[in-house]
T-cell receptor, first 117, second 113 residues
């Protein structure tokens, strides 16, 4: 079974530039998560999708971050414009969690390491 | 405020030693996860617990619901166990959202040969 795929693996940009990350979850997984992990900290949830709908985006800085999962499969996360404090690893995860289920294992992608100069 | 606290933050051990990493949380949970993160960012789920104890190879995870505490043990540690170990919990209620995990900051383990 193929795992969660992410690209690019690394990205270096200057502040105020734009950047986009792509995630392909495990086939059949309805739930997709984007996390931000700043160096030395645990991951922080940015947004959770159930199929192509947003379940939780309460911690997403919506003035600069956006995400979509148009067909309920792949997802993109965009930052526009980037700030220095956005330097982090952006992790995508998926699970087969469905409405009414209490909990499920999340499978993580390798992450995209973003450096903002 | 919902928090997940891990200890120690950093741990250095000699190969073969028995290792314990601790995790405590503040309110009722529906599940607790132990995750392993290797350099380069990849995260692997090790255990998902809601009660009792689970064992996989040299790894053992326990949880005490009453004390709101979990431990991850590694027996006969090996240099390949070197990684960051992260505890994450799913609270019974978190803003009404389903499936959210709250992560600890991780414990960086280094096992020397």
């Amino acid at each position: 079974e193929a795992g969660v795929a992410q690209s690019p693996r690394y990205k270096i940009i200057e502040k105020r530039q734009s950047v986009a990350f792509w995630c392909n979850p495990i086939s059949g997984h309805a739930t997709l998560y984007w996390y931000q992990q700043i160096l030395g900290q645990g991951p922080k949830l940015l947004i959770q999708f159930q199929n192509n709908g947003v379940v939780d985006d309460s911690q997403l800085p919506k003035d600069r971050f956006s995400a979509e999962r148009l067909k309920g499969v792949d997802s993109t996360l965009k930052i526009q414009p980037a700030k220095l404090e956005d330097s982090a690893v952006y992790l995508c995860a998926s699970s087969s969690l469905r409405p009414g289920q209490g909990t499920d294992t999340q499978y993580f992608g390798p992450g995209t390491r973003l450096t903002v100069l | 405020k919902n928090e997940v606290e891990q200890s120690p933050q950093n741990l250095t051990a000699q190969e073969g030693e028995f290792i314990t990493i601790n995790c405590s949380y503040s309110v009722g949970i529906s599940a607790l996860h132990w995750l392993q993160q290797h350099p380069g960012g990849g995260i692997v789920s090790l255990f998902m617990l809601s009660s009792g104890k689970k064992k996989h190879g040299r790894l053992i995870a326990t949880i005490n619901i009453q004390e709101k505490h979990s431990s991850l043990h590694i027996t006969a540690s090996h240099p390949r166990d070197s990684a960051v170990y992260i505890c994450a919990v799913r609270y019974s209620y978190y803003g009404g959202s389903q499936g959210n995990l709250i992560f600890g900051k991780g414990t960086k383990l280094s096992v020397k040969p």
